[in-house]
């Protein structure tokens, strides 16, 4: 059973960094691809950030870099100038072609 687990969220104020790390239980390379999705209070779900198998990255929001360090099997999201409505629960998700696989999220709080 895969497992992910996030780390690195908290209580940041409005302009300032986050990084929050994904790790996972294997290697990251079984992966088709990682992803951070946020899902802010009443709110739907959305992808913030992904990275292929190949290691391309497609990111939502040009304050985001979506990373990851294979020997560690972790992805990172560092977050830069960040604001108020970045507050919510960031997910790691890892998914394959019959699989899909969530982290339990860790809470990003900007204060303005």
């Known amino acids: 059973q895969v497992q992910l687990v996030e780390s690195g969220g908290g209580l940041v104020q409005q302009g300032g960094s986050l990084r929050l790390s994904c790790a996972a239980s294997?290697?990251?390379?079984?992966?088709?691809?990682m992803a951070w999705y946020r899902q802010a209070r009443g709110k739907e779900r959305e992808l913030a950030a992904l990275?292929?198998?190949?290691g391309s990255a497609n990111i939502v929001d040009s304050r985001f870099t979506i990373s990851r360090d294979i020997a560690k099997n972790t992805v990172y999201l560092q977050m830069s100038s960040l604001r108020p409505e970045d507050t919510a629960v960031y997910f790691c998700?890892?998914?394959?072609?019959?699989?899909?696989?969530w982290g339990q999220g860790t809470q990003v709080t900007v204060s303005s």
């Open positions: 998700n890892a998914r394959t072609l019959i699989d899909d696989y």
């Open positions: 294997g290697s990251i390379l079984e992966f088709s691809a």
């Open positions: 990275i292929t198998h190949q």
